[in-house]
């Protein structure tokens, strides 16, 4: 770390910088970290900015606190949840190519088997909402319009799949995927067969559906990662 800090929102910048230095490997698994006293003066910020940048970081599962000890880091591999897939999938404005490899590929995946699974468990309603969504994508006025029906698609499709793990997973990648809407402008294109999707889920054909949104899920992914 170098420099002191601009005061706008301070503890989220305190949090994003320390975020980026555990990330980025300056401080090792089990290394202890500055005291939070070391990390105020060093970035020109109050206590209370570097406490609440602290909690944020352990809440990431990036570090341990313990009473009367420093702070260690942890492995983000052993200890973070999805979360820190925000911080992992960017640098400096742009994909950071090989974690967005592997956050498409388990997108594939998971939207593959939610697609099997909504064929025999939606709602009527559902159904009609994907039919409905599909429609509008193909007629999208512009990429970002795009962009949130196609997020919206596959909402919906989870919900059909009526498993919460799969929800939550979701419910990560959301963040995700707004922070970077832009990064991942190339995802998605109106020419998708979103239509063949929704009717295979909505006709119970749980091996059509699977296979029409992997396919999806597939072309999206070589248009993002070529």
Known sequence: MSGALPRTSLPDQVFHRLVADVLAGRYAPGERLPTQRALAAELGVNMASVREGVKRLEQLGLVEVRHGDAMRVLDWRLHGGPDVLVHLIAHAGALDNEMARAVMEARRLLLAESARLAAARRSDEQAALLA?????????????AAQHLDFAFFAVLIQA??????????????????????????????????????????DGDADAAAATIAALAAAQEARLLP
């Open 132 to 144: 409905s969504l599909a429609e509008q994508l193909a007629s999208a006025e512009d990429g970002e």
């Open 161 to 202: 799949a009526g498993n919460v793990v799969f929800l939550l997973v979701m419910n990560s990648i959301r963040a995700l995927y707004l922070e970077n809407l832009e990064l991942f402008r190339p995802l998605v294109s109106t020419g998708d067969p979103y239509a063949a999707a929704a009717r295979a889920v909505a």
